[in-house]
Protein backbone atom coordinates (compact mmCIF):
# COMPACT_ATOMS: atom_id res chain seq x y z
CA UNK A 1 0.00 0.00 0.00
CA UNK A 2 0.76 3.75 -0.61
CA UNK A 3 1.52 5.57 2.51
CA UNK A 4 0.68 9.20 2.40
CA UNK A 5 0.74 10.18 6.30
CA UNK A 6 1.26 13.62 5.44
CA UNK A 7 -1.31 13.96 2.70
CA UNK A 8 -4.64 16.10 3.98
CA UNK A 9 -8.11 15.74 2.55
CA UNK A 10 -11.28 17.65 3.00
CA UNK A 11 -13.81 15.44 4.23
CA UNK A 12 -15.88 17.59 5.29
CA UNK A 13 -16.46 19.11 1.43
CA UNK A 14 -16.18 15.29 -0.05
CA UNK A 15 -18.79 14.51 -1.83
CA UNK A 16 -19.24 10.68 -2.61
CA UNK A 17 -21.43 9.72 -5.05
CA UNK A 18 -24.34 6.99 -4.96
CA UNK A 19 -22.44 5.05 -8.14
CA UNK A 20 -22.00 1.54 -8.48
CA UNK A 21 -23.53 -1.17 -6.46
CA UNK A 22 -23.91 -4.50 -5.23
CA UNK A 23 -26.19 -6.54 -7.97
CA UNK A 24 -27.84 -9.51 -6.73
CA UNK A 25 -27.31 -12.08 -9.39
CA UNK A 26 -29.91 -14.97 -8.09
CA UNK A 27 -26.85 -17.44 -9.04
CA UNK A 28 -26.27 -19.83 -5.97
CA UNK A 29 -22.65 -19.87 -6.26
CA UNK A 30 -21.66 -15.64 -7.17
CA UNK A 31 -25.17 -14.13 -5.30
CA UNK A 32 -23.83 -10.71 -5.84
CA UNK A 33 -21.75 -9.06 -8.11
CA UNK A 34 -20.45 -5.17 -7.22
CA UNK A 35 -20.38 -3.60 -10.56
CA UNK A 36 -18.77 0.13 -10.63
CA UNK A 37 -20.27 3.16 -12.13
CA UNK A 38 -20.18 2.12 -15.60
CA UNK A 39 -21.96 -1.37 -15.13
CA UNK A 40 -18.39 -3.41 -14.99
CA UNK A 41 -17.94 -6.16 -12.27
CA UNK A 42 -14.97 -5.19 -9.74
CA UNK A 43 -13.26 -7.66 -9.98
CA UNK A 44 -11.58 -7.72 -6.65
CA UNK A 45 -14.50 -7.91 -5.15
CA UNK A 46 -15.78 -10.93 -6.97
CA UNK A 47 -12.47 -12.76 -6.00
CA UNK A 48 -13.27 -11.72 -2.32
CA UNK A 49 -16.84 -12.49 -2.64
CA UNK A 50 -16.31 -16.06 -4.38
CA UNK A 51 -13.80 -17.15 -1.22
CA UNK A 52 -16.71 -16.02 0.99
CA UNK A 53 -18.61 -18.01 -1.20
CA UNK A 54 -16.31 -21.31 -0.80
CA UNK A 55 -15.40 -20.59 2.71
CA UNK A 56 -19.21 -21.24 3.61
CA UNK A 57 -20.16 -18.36 4.37
CA UNK A 58 -24.26 -17.45 3.35
CA UNK A 59 -25.31 -15.04 0.63
CA UNK A 60 -26.72 -12.39 3.59
CA UNK A 61 -22.88 -11.99 5.47
CA UNK A 62 -21.83 -12.04 1.50
CA UNK A 63 -24.22 -9.65 1.09
CA UNK A 64 -22.73 -7.40 3.98
CA UNK A 65 -19.28 -7.57 2.86
CA UNK A 66 -20.01 -6.77 -0.62
CA UNK A 67 -22.03 -3.29 0.54
CA UNK A 68 -19.24 -2.52 2.80
CA UNK A 69 -17.01 -2.58 -0.26
CA UNK A 70 -19.40 -0.82 -2.13
CA UNK A 71 -19.09 1.96 0.75
CA UNK A 72 -15.27 1.62 0.71
CA UNK A 73 -14.97 1.98 -3.46
CA UNK A 74 -17.27 4.91 -3.69
CA UNK A 75 -15.20 6.31 -1.31
CA UNK A 76 -11.70 5.57 -3.46
CA UNK A 77 -13.79 6.34 -6.75
CA UNK A 78 -14.33 10.05 -5.19
CA UNK A 79 -10.69 10.34 -3.93
CA UNK A 80 -9.48 9.13 -7.49
CA UNK A 81 -7.57 6.49 -5.48
CA UNK A 82 -7.22 3.18 -7.31
CA UNK A 83 -8.21 0.16 -4.68
CA UNK A 84 -4.62 -1.29 -4.87
CA UNK A 85 -2.94 2.05 -4.24
CA UNK A 86 -5.32 2.63 -1.18
CA UNK A 87 -3.08 2.58 2.12
CA UNK A 88 -3.42 3.89 5.71
CA UNK A 89 -4.10 7.73 4.89
CA UNK A 90 -6.97 6.58 2.90
CA UNK A 91 -8.24 3.72 5.44
CA UNK A 92 -7.97 6.70 7.85
CA UNK A 93 -9.75 8.95 6.31
CA UNK A 94 -12.92 6.74 5.43
CA UNK A 95 -13.34 5.64 8.68
CA UNK A 96 -13.83 8.98 9.92
CA UNK A 97 -15.79 10.14 6.81
CA UNK A 98 -18.09 6.84 7.69
CA UNK A 99 -18.44 8.08 11.12
CA UNK A 100 -19.71 11.89 10.28
CA UNK A 101 -21.86 11.30 7.11
CA UNK A 102 -25.96 10.49 7.01
CA UNK A 103 -26.58 7.01 5.91
CA UNK A 104 -28.23 7.86 2.30
CA UNK A 105 -31.91 8.44 3.04
CA UNK A 106 -34.21 5.11 2.41
CA UNK A 107 -37.61 6.42 0.43
CA UNK A 108 -40.50 8.58 2.70
CA UNK A 109 -42.70 5.55 2.14
CA UNK A 110 -40.00 3.15 3.89
CA UNK A 111 -39.75 5.71 6.66
CA UNK A 112 -43.20 6.42 7.40
CA UNK A 113 -43.94 2.44 7.30
CA UNK A 114 -40.57 1.80 9.66
CA UNK A 115 -41.61 4.59 12.14
CA UNK A 116 -38.78 5.77 12.28
CA UNK A 117 -37.57 7.61 15.18
CA UNK A 118 -39.71 5.22 17.26
CA UNK A 119 -38.23 1.87 19.10
CA UNK A 120 -39.57 -0.92 17.08
CA UNK A 121 -42.49 -2.03 19.23
CA UNK A 122 -41.97 -6.05 19.27
CA UNK A 123 -37.90 -6.05 20.05
CA UNK A 124 -37.95 -2.98 21.81
CA UNK A 125 -34.52 -1.81 20.03
CA UNK A 126 -34.20 1.70 19.33
CA UNK A 127 -35.18 2.79 15.81
CA UNK A 128 -32.08 3.25 13.59
CA UNK A 129 -30.46 6.42 13.19
CA UNK A 130 -29.31 8.97 10.53
CA UNK A 131 -25.50 8.20 11.14
CA UNK A 132 -23.65 4.83 10.81
CA UNK A 133 -23.51 3.20 13.74
CA UNK A 134 -19.86 2.44 15.77
CA UNK A 135 -20.56 -1.36 14.91
CA UNK A 136 -21.26 -0.74 11.19
CA UNK A 137 -17.58 1.21 11.12
CA UNK A 138 -15.83 -1.46 12.78
CA UNK A 139 -17.63 -3.72 10.48
CA UNK A 140 -16.15 -1.94 7.47
CA UNK A 141 -13.04 -2.02 9.15
CA UNK A 142 -13.08 -5.76 9.81
CA UNK A 143 -14.37 -6.22 6.23
CA UNK A 144 -11.64 -3.95 4.51
CA UNK A 145 -8.22 -5.65 6.28
CA UNK A 146 -10.23 -9.22 5.34
CA UNK A 147 -10.38 -8.05 1.73
CA UNK A 148 -6.96 -6.62 1.30
CA UNK A 149 -5.10 -9.45 3.79
CA UNK A 150 -4.43 -11.52 0.62
CA UNK A 151 -2.62 -8.81 -1.33
CA UNK A 152 -0.52 -7.78 1.29
CA UNK A 153 2.21 -9.70 -0.68
CA UNK A 154 1.88 -7.15 -2.94
CA UNK A 155 2.15 -4.03 -1.14
CA UNK A 156 6.00 -5.24 0.84
Not at 20 to 32: A, I, M, Q, S
Amino acid sequence: MIDTENESRDLAALVVPCVGCLRDTGELFEPYRLLDGTGRVVEPVTVYLKDLQAAGRSAATQRSYGLDLLRWFRFLWAVDVSWDAAGRVEARDFSSWLRTIDKPARSQRTRKVSGAGRPNPVTGRPAPGVKYAARTVAHSETVLRAFYEPFQSWFV
